[in-house]
């Protein structure tokens, strides 16, 4: 009778997620950077929630993981960056060891404005990497996985945003180049009231500069 009894609980434990099984469907993934800069992070491709930056040793674990393929993207410099697969394994901590030794895509982004419009809070990000450069000179550069499929955000405050994909085959050097137009005052396009303006210009009351 006792040994039903306790059939019976167990299952109704079972049942009712009496025992959380949770963490047996969640691993973790523990590798090293030979080489760290201010910027140097991981993240999961399929779920950029998991994001870490190395300590200055180069060390990095992403932890609660959910078992299964994933895909590390590893921006390790300037100049090194890519895109490792790993097999997630519930409960386990899977070392991927000493990674980011890899060349990268260079990928120089330009921006051109109207002429007269301040573009100093202009800003580009690549999204899912969690990576974002001043545009405020017009130009910058940022290094990806050698290959893949990024997406590139464009912010300029008063003159509008875009957003461009760049597909990338090797560590070799790509271009994106943003184009935005002269403001017509709508959200987000207000013109120098927002953007200010160029050295040298003012502000004028119909928010364009002269």
């Given at each position: 009778m006792r040994a039903l009894l306790a059939t019976v609980v167990v299952f109704g434990l079972l049942g009712c997620g009496g025992f959380d099984n949770d963490p047996l469907r969640r691993g973790t993934v523990r590798g090293t950077l030979e080489k760290v800069t201010p910027e140097s992070a991981v993240v999961i491709e399929e779920l950029?929630?998991?994001f870490v930056k190395p300590d200055e040793k180069g060390r990095f674990e992403l932890v609660d993981v959910p078992q299964g393929p994933?895909?590390?993207?590893?921006l390790a410099s300037e100049v090194n960056a890519?895109?490792?697969p790993v097999e997630v394994k519930g409960g386990q901590v899977t070392e991927v060891?000493?990674?980011?030794n890899r060349a990268g895509a260079l990928v120089v982004v330009r921006l051109t404005a109207p002429e007269k419009y301040g573009v100093a809070n202009a800003r580009v990000a690549v999204r899912g990497l969690r990576l974002e450069r001043s545009l405020r000179t017009g130009v910058t550069e940022v290094t990806v996985p050698a290959i893949g499929c990024f997406t590139f955000d464009l912010s300029v405050p008063g003159l509008g945003a875009d957003s461009k994909q760049l597909c990338v085959e090797g560590a070799t050097?790509?271009?994106v180049d943003f184009t935005v137009a002269v403001p017509d005052g709508s959200e987000g396009r207000e013109g120098c009231s927002?953007?200010?303006?160029?050295?040298g210009f003012?502000?004028?009351?119909?928010?364009?500069c002269g």
């Open positions: 950029p929630e998991f994933v895909t590390l993207l590893v890519e895109r490792l060891g000493s990674v980011g050097r790509y271009a927002v953007s200010g303006c160029a050295e003012v502000c004028k009351a119909d928010g364009t």
